[in-house]
């Protein structure tokens, strides 16, 4: 079958993808039962990265299907070179001639469907992978705009609103910084997770992908401290009136919508509890976002 590259999009990662081809493919750093016929294949090239301290390899048959990866992969990323680098992960790319493109997650497999296209399995498989992996960086499941040097966080499920307020925020002169993640680092302070937002455009979950340039809007780049935090779900024709959240609800908050809660629970309490230390908590349900983001804003602006 034909194979096309991912569409490329604004790709918001630091680095060029750099393409390995013979002796210099990734591989595993340990070995996985399994593997030995999917190792036995013609591969003709690959890829390594490394983000948030996770190495991540990519392996196909040709090297066009890597080339419009940078906005898959996990934001941040940059290239691991050298003579066949070790990586955590190793993600296997075939494509049969007389069916869907497979995804091999090390050697388990998941299939490209025309509702969901092995990119987007690509970028889930390899986000889960890096959210579980990494130890020096706290994710909660959000959305991150700045607003004068400080992060406004959104925690909140996939499905509650979150990047419809996040891109709500940024027409109102925010700076772009996630609409999946919070990831907060050692010092307690957020880092971008910026990629493309995904904003929904049907209820199956069907969604287009926006350059933040298209929305008016720039990516922020350096760490910044937790200024507010901010519970805004979704109701149809619900008014914007927050309430102040104790810092133990903000914080409940910020553990509920963790990714690593269940693993590490005492040192991600810990690190929300110093990033969070000086943020305003406030909560209410919202209708329009475009209303709800000014009001947000104004609020933030007091905090300065």
């Known amino acids: 079958m034909a194979v096309r590259p991912h569409p490329e999009l604004n790709p918001f990662h630091a680095d060029r993808l750099v393409v390995l081809r013979g002796e210099d493919l990734p591989r595993l750093r340990y070995p996985v039962a399994g593997l030995r016929e999917l190792d036995g294949r013609a591969w003709g090239a690959g890829i390594a990265v490394s983000a948030y301290g996770v190495r991540l390899g990519v392996r196909a048959e040709h090297s066009s299907v890597l080339l419009g990866l940078g906005d898959v992969l996990p934001p941040g990323w940059r290239s691991v070179t050298g003579p ?43 986000t889960s992978r890096v959210v579980r992996l990494a130890t020096r960086y706290v994710f909660v499941h959000s959305g991150v705009v700045a607003w004068q ?18 891109a709500a925020l940024i027409r109102a002169g925010a700076t772009y910084y996630s609409d999946d993640f919070a990831v907060i680092d050692s010092s307690g302070l957020v880092r971008p997770y910026a990629r493309p937002l995904k904003i929904r455009r049907s209820r199956f979950g069907e969604f287009d992908r926006h350059r933040v340039e298209e929305l008016g809007g720039r ?31 903000g ?32 909560g209410s349900s919202r209708g329009d976002a475009d209303e709800t983001a000014r009001r947000i804003l104004e609020t933030a602006s007091t905090l300065t």
């Not at 040097?149 to 996040?166: E, F, M, Q, Y």
């Not at 780049?221 to 149809?236: D, F, K």
């Not at 919508?257 to 000086?278: C, F, G, I, Y």
């Open 219 to 249: 990516r922020g780049i350096n760490p910044i401290p937790m200024g507010a935090v901010v519970l805004a779900p979704y109701e149809e024709g619900a008014g914007w009136q927050p309430h102040t959240l104790s810092r133990t609800e």
């Open 84 to 126: 066949s680098p070790r990586v955590d992960r190793l993600y296997s790319l075939v494509f049969p001639q007389d069916g869907p493109p497979l995804v091999y997650d090390n050697a388990t497999s998941w299939i490209g469907l025309s509702s969901f296209p092995w990119p987007d399995v690509l970028e889930q498989l390899t």
């Open 251 to 282: 914080l409940a908050l910020l553990m509920m919508n963790s990714m690593q809660k269940r693993r590490r629970p005492e040192w991600v309490l810990d690190a929300l509890t110093r990033a969070a230390s000086h943020a305003v908590m406030i």
């Open 149 to 166: 040097d400080r992060a406004i966080v959104i925690p909140g499920d996939s499905r509650s609103g979150k990047t419809t307020l996040v």
